[in-house]
């Protein structure tokens, strides 16, 4: 199907997947503003991908592969062991990121995931904006490889202009 076409879907899973634009602020933390569909970039822009998935329970033999525009390209470019770190919601609770192994490749990222936990979970990827132009990215996609019929897929977005 065409792109714009495509509605986020799911059995058992969900994804989606948000963008960021950070931002220098006055004080020592950088500001993170939601990049809107249509919103134009700049090149060197600092750009934060948050994944963010859904599990009805535990799974398996978990990959996320999460596709990127042509003109994003990851701050961390070297495959290796992600996650598994504690990360603060609210409140003084504390959930752990999901252990990962990280695989960049020239047009996606894949997350390969040993046991995946049930209920909600981020993902975080720092990205950086290199090239100008109009670019589209297919959409992100979460399967347990042990059972594929516990599947996702996240809704498409409009093509990203970089000025």
Partial sequence: KPFDHIMAAGNGFGV???????????????????????????????????????????????????????????????????GGWFRPLSYGIYSISPYAYREVKADRTLYWIDVFPEENSKIEEMLFVTQEGRFAAPVAEIESLYAPHYRANAGSRRPVMVE
């Fill in 16 to 82: 989606s997947v948000q963008y960021y634009r950070e931002v220098a602020s006055a004080g020592d933390k950088p500001v993170r503003m939601e990049l809107k569909d249509g919103d134009a970039l700049r090149m060197g822009e600092k750009i934060v991908a948050v994944y963010t998935i859904w599990s009805e329970e535990n799974r398996s033999f978990v990959r996320l592969s999460v596709p990127r525009a042509a003109c994003m390209r990851p701050e961390k470019q070297l495959s290796g062991w992600s």
